[in-house]
């Protein structure tokens, strides 16, 4: 028996020393932290794609914007400014004259010219690219011959007929309809240029992008890791860095990236998770940085029910939500209670314009209730399960019916985040429901045409007024008689209550101590990575 | 003993088959539209849904779109999440995060866990005996976010010993802490199952016998009581590795290491089939090849148990 070890010496151990050797095998990767060599880092959720077109994410978006330079982008104030175009102009809002500025480069060393963006538009427009910003260009002459009513039909052929390059510096876009907001519709990350080399292998581009703006990929997109981007040597433009490079860092946990935040592992989150928010008030003083944002709330109504079709019924709804309240409840009283269709941040919003329709009066709402003769049946309240804040928000809504109203029969359907659109577009819901609106650009008609216009709204609410209004706005040449127009189709919806507004969010970022200049826009350009000073 | 191990293999074949068919079946049967839900709000011309779907047989009926995927799979392709995305390099990416997290987990339950069983099973109803059965109880009834959570904030963001999150300081510092974190629960289950189980077997006719005869008492702890003891931890061993490397979700999730957890987590909220059933299956046969592991091992540990 001498000479034998025990079972812990042989099998437990045996088998553990294999098992570490093969862990340790496996190549670890080098770490990158936050160091003193002028660069900064950013949390944010994982990208889904790197091609411009084939993205409508808001966090592939933070990398796109330092990565490409598109012809026009938004000042402080909301107002589209050429960026990448010398002029955008146009004397009848339809045919669009585009002027690149000369001597730009890709990261590559290609130059960036009207067939550039030609291009980048002419591969994302293309429907059996299925790309999923497919219908930022169905403004463009041609969208409808790239993209079939019938499904299994191919279009004829690969262009967009409205774009015609007529030089190098030059790019002539022909619109289906005269559209005033087409500078501001430039500003769109989907319509950034793409070189020659990104549209001969697209895989390859995905991985590494090649821009014309003021950061390059440093590597490759590191999947649910990290991007990095370093200053592009040859930039020409106007945003040229402040700093040594950006790196952005993939969190799955929003509750992490803010420990990170703490730590210093990160230099800037742009949203701190509303449980937190408190805390890092408190902890973070004047790092904390709060900021307006353009996505508004609504609560729509299936007006394919009967029931729902008086339009003081609506308004009666919408006069017993205490936004103020469930602001104060819910919310920290952070978010904006909503007075107009329109979020604030955006030029043309009117304070009140949605006036008493949006104010809390269960007095009023009981007299508009019983003039719409009531209501009968189940009241089935629908949101979906992607933040627990939506029940929070509707049972206090619940209450206040039930309480003001007297509907007693009152059902919450929580519907998965991957199902409620689908539901939504199949029209399967049996009451009101919530959604809400994030600004692909700062302009009335972004909102009230996408939310509201006949053609494509989820109510099924038809108004030919307000259709023209909007037409008669999208064809107008002057600032103030196109806001004049889109006002009053504001009005109009207001009238109808088709959608009653809620509230408008707000944005809690933070930043590290080795950062400053740190600037979130409520726009799709988001934060302003080239203006960051590390110190 | 080799008749044996084959015969398990073969047997692993119809298992790896049923499984795979299962967990497609029940992606399948997930409510919602994938394509509908890569939009989120904003909208998607209906010939760009059409071709998506086309392109990823999602219009096909469920026991085609199995066939084709388990043809591709068979020729070594495991095909594309609804992004494009090759699943075999998102999984290839991921294993070795999930390998070394597991393993750093696994390590600690089997050390750690039965030093502490052995030191509790020997002293029993004294003061060590005590602490560990309290200490255990208390681990075991506290939420792994919890645990995961206090831990990043105490010993990452507080007292800075290790990383707060993140795979980039590499193996050992990235993955102390979380493997601590996941294999808490394990390690205390480990522990009280060493404890009880030497406790027991030193009352045992056969120790007694020893000790009679005069052995040391390393001798009679260490070759005959606590082989006996061990059988029903090592099957726990084997049981949990398994566990550990398809269950570290949360643990994932709390220390953003992008490993096969959160991927499996978040393709079932995306629906994407094609990549849970890829990494459910590398899971379905690392537990197959465990569970074997772990029989053969009974062997090692007692030599009464024989395989024909």
Known sequence: MTGEKGVHGRAGAGLAAVLLAAALGLSACGGAEASGDGTFVVGHSEPDHLVPGNTTSSYSFDVLGGLFDNLMTLTADGRPVPLAAASVTSDDQRIWTIKVKPGQKFHNGEAVTAQSFADAWNNAAYGPNAYEANSYFSYIEGYAALNPEDENARPDGKTLTGLEVVDPATLEVTLNDPFREFPMLLTYPAYAPMPKAGLADLEAFEEHPIGNGPYMMSGNWERNRRIELVPFAEYTGPRKPKNKGVTWKSYSSADTAYTDLRAGRIDVLQTIPAAKVPEAKRVLGDRFLPRAMGTIDYLGFPLFDERFADPDLRKAISMVIDREGINKAVYNGAYHPADSLLPPIIRGHRPNACGDLCTYDPAEAKRLFAAAGGFTGTLELYFSNAQPTYEQWMRIVANSIRDNLGIQDIQFREVPASEYFSMLSAREEKGPYRQNWEADYPSPQNYLENMWHSKDNRMGWTNEEFDELIEQGNRAAGDREAMARYHAAEDVAIREMPMIPLWTWAGQGGRSERVANVTITPYSTGLLATEVTVG | ?308
């Open chain 2, 1 to 308: 003993m080799w008749r044996y191990t084959l015969r398990r293999i073969l047997q692993a074949v119809p298992v790896f088959f049923g499984t795979t068919l299962l967990i497609y079946a029940m992606v399948f049967a997930l409510p919602g539209d994938p394509i509908q839900a890569l939009a989120g709000n904003k909208p998607v011309p209906d010939n760009v849904l059409h071709t998506l779907r086309e392109r990823y047989n999602l219009n096909d009926p469920l026991l085609v779109q199995y066939g084709k995927y388990m043809w591709g799979l068979l020729q070594g392709d495991l095909g594309e999440n609804y992004t494009g995305q090759s699943v075999s390099e998102m999984l290839a990416g991921r294993w070795p995060v999930t390998a070394r997290l597991a393993l750093t987990a696994w390590l600690f339950e089997l050390v750690v866990g039965i030093a502490l069983g052995v030191w509790a099973g020997l002293r029993r109803g004294r003061l060590a005996d005590t602490l560990v059965l309290g200490g255990t109880t208390l681990v075991i009834a506290v939420p792994v976010f919890v645990l995961g959570y206090t831990a990043q904030i105490v010993f990452g963001l507080h007292w800075r010993i290790f990383p707060t999150a993140g795979a980039d300081e590499g193996w050992p510092a990235s993955y102390l802490l979380p493997g601590l974190v996941l294999g808490a629960f394990g390690l205390s289950y480990v522990a009280r199952l060493t404890r009880t189980s030497l406790a027991e077997n030193l009352r045992a006719d056969y120790v007694r016998t020893a000790n009679a005869k005069g052995l040391t008492r390393v001798r009679v702890i260490g070759r005959h009581t606590l082989r006996n003891s061990l059988i029903p931890v090592v099957t726990y061993l084997g049981v949990d590795f398994g566990a550990l490397m398809g269950g570290a979700i949360v643990t994932e999730g709390i220390f953003n290491l992008p490993g096969i957890g959160q991927q499996v987590f978040q393709s079932i909220q995306l629906k994407e089939g094609p990549v849970v059933v890829g990494a459910v299956t590398v899971l379905v046969l690392i537990f197959l090849l465990v569970n074997l592991l772990v029989d053969l091992l009974y062997g090692l540990l007692d030599p009464r148990i024989r395989y024909e």
